[in-house]
């Protein structure tokens, strides 16, 4: 095993069961959906608690707030694109970028680095699998934040995969 392969960490976003709407990132916290749209949640961790909300309807703004309602981090979508964007935590800029041509696969880099790679798939028993650097896992919130972010772009996608679908299918 090489230096890399041991700075990396694997989880996945697991629902709690008796709980639809409680998602667990085992040893880093917890993402508990909102409202009917699932386009807020709170994640909380050991260092913190955050409300976390989609803005907009054309365009990708999420936000994120820590328990006095200071904006903390913010993920908007690349204009023109329809993956990846600039992610802010504190006073940090990181870039979320497609990982795969195929599927809702995310790196969170920081320059040259890669921190996490995030496989989105959609709301279920387990919608994200998180590999992350080591390194990354100082930052809890900016792990869960990265992943409700991740999140919402897989179920974006996989809605307009399925309008798509249904369009091209009615005009057959």
Not at 44 to 52: D, F, K, L, Q
Request: glycine share 12%; proline share 2%; hydrophobic share 40%.
């Amino acid at each position: 095993m090489d230096d890399d392969e041991q700075r990396k960490a694997d989880y996945e976003l697991t629902r709690t069961p008796g709980d639809r709407r409680l998602y667990t990132l085992d040893g880093i916290g917890t993402l508990r959906l909102n409202g009917a749209a699932a386009r807020t949640a709170t994640a909380e961790s050991v260092s913190g608690r955050w409300r976390i909300a989609s803005r907009g309807f054309w365009r990708r703004l999420i936000q994120a707030t820590d328990e006095a309602g200071v904006l903390v981090g913010e993920f908007e979508q690349r204009r023109g694109m329809r993956r990846g964007g600039a992610l802010r935590w504190g006073d940090r800029t990181f870039t979320l970028r497609p990982a795969s041509a195929w599927r809702e696969r995310y790196a969170l880099t920081d320059g040259d680095r890669e921190l996490a790679i995030l496989d989105g798939k959609g709301w279920g028993r387990r919608p994200v699998r998180v590999i992350i650097d080591q390194a990354a896992l100082d930052e809890p919130g900016l792990i869960l934040f990265a992943t409700f972010v991740v999140h919402g772009l897989a179920t974006d996608a996989i809605s307009a995969a399925g309008a798509a679908s249904t369009a091209t299918m009615g005009s057959c």
